[in-house]
């Protein structure tokens, strides 16, 4: 594992140029392991990962001519497997009509591999929080397990550099952990991370990729084409995501913290509560699951999932307060994440949904009630397509 890559891009070239079978099988299985874990630790389901694995090497074929030279072939298979689970488990929520079940059981097991059972489910959320150069940095020292020479090297910095951005980037990562109930030290945090953050793929996995004739662009329409296209999509977004997402990130917080206001009402019914760990991605399907995805993807701090929870205008909004945010203060897209977003969630332990208005055909409002703040909010949400988005947070 400790091998340098230094060839990667060079293969990526001579597939780009040539249609290289055998440096796209290279390719395919140097990293399929990288990206079929960490599809798994998104969907927790095999079969789903490997078709995620098939999907990244797809859109690796597609994207082939566009990477750039001094581009980190594995950090960006890992963000691109990351995205890709994601829009998968989106796709498969929105085919199937149904929510999710996203309550975290924290163990406290003492066994040695207890930590790692605690740590996977979030390791992807944690992940998104770095910055690509840590990414990078975190996925060729523990995911690849290279020397901090063999990173350096492939980072371009001195060793001592290179250290001190893994070290950067283990901190924050350890902190995103420890913000979540997850006690973790970091050199646990670090022994989990070589030891099982990238596992085996199936044998026959890089074989069956390699093998598949879409892998030249030869797609058809489909679900396919409509998965590939999405993750695309999303990752087009991320890019952005300095300029624009964090501005949504933090109006969208505040909204949900400063105008979520209401007097307690005991006598609403109980069913209607829904506890701050279950705010799980829902859809766009009825104005309910349009509403709990918002939230969700606020509580995640996943900027390209608010703006695909908005109306074209809310992120409008958005974009044009945050970036006046972003410039009066300085700060950077993780420096929002790491430090408004946990805070402005820590006296909310869940909503209740108090009433549901029709205001028109294609136009709804939810009243809610922030438990824990005792503060009243509601939301707006517009029927846009097929699809319902959150259009207005009001007091």
């Known amino acids: 594992m400790g091998q340098m890559h230094a060839d990667d ?30 599809a798994l630790r998104r969907l927790g389901n095999a079969p789903e990962a490997e078709e995620v694995a098939q999907l990244v090497f797809i859109i690796l074929a597609r994207k082939a001519r566009s990477l750039r030279r001094g581009t980190i072939l594995s950090g960006w298979l890992y963000q691109t497997a990351r995205l890709t689970a994601a ?39 944690a992940m998104a929080r770095l910055g690509q150069k840590e990414r990078d940095a975190i996925v060729l020292r523990f995911f690849e ?3 901090i020479l063999e990173v350096a090297t492939a980072l371009g ?31 646990a945090l670090l022994a989990s991370l070589g030891t099982h953050a990238v596992q085996a793929a199936p044998a026959e996995l890089a074989s069956k990729i390699v093998a598949t004739a879409a892998l030249k662009g ?30 949504v990130i933090v109006v969208a917080v505040a909204a949900t913290t ?7 009402q005991h006598h609403l019914a109980s069913q209607n509560d829904v506890s701050r760990d279950a705010w799980v991605f829902s859809g766009y399907g009825d104005p309910k699951s349009a509403m709990m995805s918002f939230l969700w993807a606020i509580r995640q701090a996943d900027g390209a999932q608010i703006l695909a929870a908005c109306s074209p205008g809310l992120q409008q909004t958005f974009q044009k307060h945050f ?10 897209l993780d420096e929002f994440l790491a430090q408004d977003t946990p805070p402005r969630f820590s006296t909310t332990t869940g909503i209740r949904i108090l009433e549901q208005k029709s205001d028109s055909e294609d136009q709804i409002t939810l009243r809610l009630l922030a438990l824990g703040e005792q503060k009243e909010h509601r939301i707006t949400v517009k029927k846009i397509g097929e699809e319902w988005k959150v259009d207005g947070v009001m007091d």
Do not use: C
């Open 157 to 187: 910095l001195r060793e001592d550099a290179a250290q001190k951005r893994v070290n950067r980037a283990t901190d924050k990562l350890r902190d995103y952990f420890v913000r979540r109930g997850i006690q973790v030290s970091t050199a």
């Open 323 to 332: 970036q006046e945010q972003m410039r009066a203060s300085g700060k950077t």
């Open 9 to 38: 891009m060079d293969l990526v070239r001579e597939f780009a140029a040539s249609g290289s079978d055998a440096a796209f099988a290279t390719l395919v299985r140097r990293h399929v392991n990288l990206v079929y874990s960490a």
């Open 87 to 125: 829009n998968f488990q989106r796709a498969a929520i929105r085919r199937q009509h149904r929510e999710q079940e996203a309550f975290m059981q924290f163990s406290e097991q003492s066994e040695p591999n207890a930590s790692w059972h605690r740590l996977s489910p979030l390791l992807e959320e």
């Open 258 to 264: 400063t105008t979520l206001v209401i007097q307690h």
């Open 145 to 147: 397990n290279r020397t």
């Open 218 to 247: 030869a797609i058809g329409s489909g679900s396919t084409l409509t998965l590939i296209e999405g993750a695309l999509k999303i990752m087009a977004w991320t890019k952005l995501k300095t300029g624009v997402i964090s501005a």
